[in-house]
């Protein structure tokens, strides 16, 4: 049962929300909150299929709940982790210690 993704987000007004806020609170330069805003909304369509599964778990089939895992797995982590860098100068750690700023060898 493939599922309908809805799209509520207004992407514009949220990204202009958040380039105000970083030049306007954290004196951020334009193009700087221009990228954070990029990075902090170019994943939205992504977490609005997450939201969705997790209303409904049971509505989704394994291929489809495994696209979503996928599909947020892979886009969401370097946006996160440029938008800290940049908004507020915070790299990223292995804080869980998995190893997850390292590659694994096949």
Request: glycine fraction near 4%; charge should be negative; hydrophobic fraction near 40%.
């Amino acid at each position: 049962m493939t599922q309908e993704i809805r799209k509520p987000f207004d992407v514009e007004t949220i990204r202009a929300r958040i380039i105000e806020a970083g030049t306007t609170g954290m004196e951020l330069d334009s193009e700087t909150a221009w990228n954070v805003a990029f990075h902090l909304t170019d994943w939205l369509d992504d977490l609005q299929a997450f939201h969705q599964f997790c209303q409904r778990p049971e509505q989704f089939g394994t291929e489809e709940v495994n696209e979503i895992l996928m599909r947020l797995l892979i886009h969401v982590p370097n946006h996160i982790a440029a938008a800290a860098k940049l908004y507020c100068d915070m790299p990223v750690k292995d804080v869980f210690g998995v190893g997850a700023t390292t590659e694994t060898e096949l």
